[in-house]
């Protein structure tokens, strides 16, 4: 018989409320949904006390590289997806510049194998688009991967589509959603002209968010939303940095069951990311280039429009861009340095952070990192506390300070942004599939997740 689990009196939040009550899990899924008062139906084999905390849908992050295969001296599924485990992280979209880059059938299914021995958490792997593999969108399974990634700009894995034709036969060919990486190369290649004439070979990282500009930003995103309009195609832009894309888009409010809706009420949507939030340009004088990212991070203007859009529909989820390199990797500045910053452990309290400084509430946190995910995707039976659905959970106390040191980060890397920052709220445990995966600082190493499944 399956284990039946009672996480009793947590604060339980989904769907837009908060309320007291409790949780079964019988076996992988939730079983039942208690108020405050309320009694399991029938005995439970174990409990785990919730008092003083809040039981969230588990996150769904839908943009990370996790770097295998090809790149696995800095990261690997194991090591991140115990991450993303320590920080209440169920489920994850994998990229697909890795070494080779899933632009094959053969490498997408190889990634898949790979996980199926080694990841902690859920997981499935965007499809990479490039100039000419266009014909194999047609072989891809609509169940099986969330979409295709396309690099409308330069970025890590040198995938770039900048070719006319190329971008119409893609966004007129795909059947899945089109996840936009948005910056005009042109722009940025002219700029990093300009700025080696005036500081050297090497500009110092401060001046990254003028090398890839505002200017680029919006010229590519500009395009990008014009093919889908042309095409009538899915598209969702990963990584929007700046106050002027966010006027591309407009408002959405994921709330139907209606599948059919759900498509047309969302052809155009947008990503922030945790990094993009939380940090503004000005945090390079004292990270460096350990927040050196693309598209850069920018203005304390652009951020607070950022934070303004995560309430007014403009901006749908939220992500990390989990991108880890070795620290040796980001030596140097706007030419050397590597780009990328490791957060997907760190991803949920930073966001809860946010909540206790009034930017959104605890009800908007859990509906763009855990149910718009699962309803923009289509995700099958996740990211919701449904009656029936997977039991995929974090469980997370406020008001329990503690400090980010080496010795917590489980990325393979060892290394990251929040170092010495001093979080007030805690992932207590993470639960996936209804298995403890994470307790209080311990990862179960021996579990691994399930392939997600998409509508």
Known sequence: MAMRTLIKGGRIVNEGTCFEGSIVIDGEQIAEILKSGQHPETPVDQTIDASGCYVLPGIIDTHVHFREPGMTEKADIESESRAAAAGGVTSYFEMPNTAPQTTTIEALDDKFQRAAKTSHVNYTFFFGATNDNVSLFDKLD???????KLFMGSSTGNMLVDRDEALNRIFASARLPIMAHCEDTAIINRNMEEAKKAWGDDPQVSLHALIRSEEAC??????????????????HVAHVSTAEELELFPP???????????????NITAE?????????????????????VNPAIKSPVDQFMLRQALNDGRITTIATDHAPHLLSQKEGGCAKAASGMPMVQFSLPTMLELVDQNVLTIERLVQLMAHNPALLFEVRQRGFIRKGYQADLAIVRPKSPWT??????????GWSPMEGHTFQWRVEQTICNGHIIYNKGVVDRQYIGQPLTFR
Not at 142 to 148: D, F, L, N, S
Not at 252 to 266: E, F, G, Y
């Open 404 to 413: 980010v040191t080496p010795e917590v980060i489980e990325s393979k890397c």
């Open 142 to 148: 609509v169940h099986r991967i969330p979409g295709i």
């Open 272 to 292: 922030a990311t945790v990094g993009h939030l939380f940090f503004t340009m000005m945090d390079h004088e004292r990270l460096g280039a350990r927040i050196k």
């Open 252 to 266: 959405v409010s994921l709330c139907s069951n209606n599948v059919a809706a759900q498509k047309t009420a969302a």
């Open 218 to 235: 919006l010229a590519s995103t500009t395009k990008a939303v014009d093919l889908a309009k042309k095409h009538k195609a899915r598209l």
